[in-house]
């Protein structure tokens, strides 16, 4: 289902209207191959996670670690690994390290390139385990199609709307590609609302309203933080001659505001 809600953003308060104040942040700052900090974030190890994916992420800093730059990479690789696996990346998460409910999460991120290459940073409900997802609720701030450098997409996640009825939007860098430069991605999550943004320009929002009869908005309670490197997988399809590894996610920064009452 794609949404053309985008008429809800008008009249939508402007960021010079809101008063943010900083509740979290990770600007990745170490020396090259240092491991994210482990009272922020923690590995998932393992692969496929639902999605048929052709990696396994693992905890090593081949695959995810500082650059000494002021950059957290993951890093896609193409080799052999376990015996069962052609390929390893990297997905972090800050599952009982930090979970927040509304606000802004934003990330400053350079995006790899290549056919089956499917980088996202996005959000789970903290009552993952206890419910199932995707009742949990999943907000995907960004993902991205390896194959399609100029073109990023949001999602939002629930029962009754999810995988491949997921509501979503893409956004589409005009003359420019993602892996070219640094782009900030964001959402600004408010009570029965969350609108998403691509450098400071909002794509889409949704509401309520905006789910289909008889399901549930399950956004209105704490979601942890993922960043993660895919390799292959339902939505970007198999990697193929053309694409070319190791890829790396670079990460400037994350971080999550709260609105100043």
């Keep these: 289902m794609v949404l ?12 010079e209207e809101l008063s943010w104040q900083l509740v979290w942040e990770d600007e990745f700052e170490g020396p090259a191959g240092q491991l994210p900090d482990p009272d922020k974030w923690r590995f998932d190890i393992g692969s496929g996670w639902g999605n048929d994916q052709l990696e396994y992420d693992t905890d090593r800093p081949e695959n995810v670690s500082l650059t000494g730059g002021g950059h957290l990479a993951i890093t896609a690789r193409e080799e052999s690994y376990l015996d069962n696996w052609d390929y390893t990346s990297g997905r972090i998460n800050t599952r009982g390290r930090f979970e927040h409910g509304y606000g802004r999460f934003e990330a400053r991120i350079r995006l790899p390139v290549g056919r089956g290459i499917w980088p996202a940073f996005w959000l789970l409900g903290a009552d993952f385990g206890a419910v199932d997802w995707p009742d949990c609720g999943e907000i995907d701030i960004m993902e991205y199609r390896g194959q399609e450098p100029s073109i990023v997409h949001g999602s939002l996640h629930g029962p009754g709307y999810s995988g491949g009825d997921a509501l ?10 993602f892996d070219a430069g640094f782009h900030v991605f964001a959402i600004q999550w408010d009570t029965g609302r969350i ?9 889409l929002a949704i509401t309520p309203r905006d789910l289909p009869a008889g399901t549930e908005w399950v956004f209105d309670h704490p979601f942890f933080i993922l960043l993660n490197v895919a390799v292959g997988g339902t939505f970007v399809g198999s990697p193929d001659s053309t694409t070319v590894f190791p890829q790396t996610m670079l990460v400037d920064w994350v971080r999550v505001y709260r609105r100043e009452v």
């Design 195 to 203: 609108t998403w943004y691509v450098d400071d320009t909002p794509f």
């Design 4 to 15: 053309l809600s985008i008429a809800l953003l008008i009249g939508c308060e402007s960021e």
């Design 168 to 177: 979503t939007r893409s956004y589409t860098l005009s003359a420019d590609r």
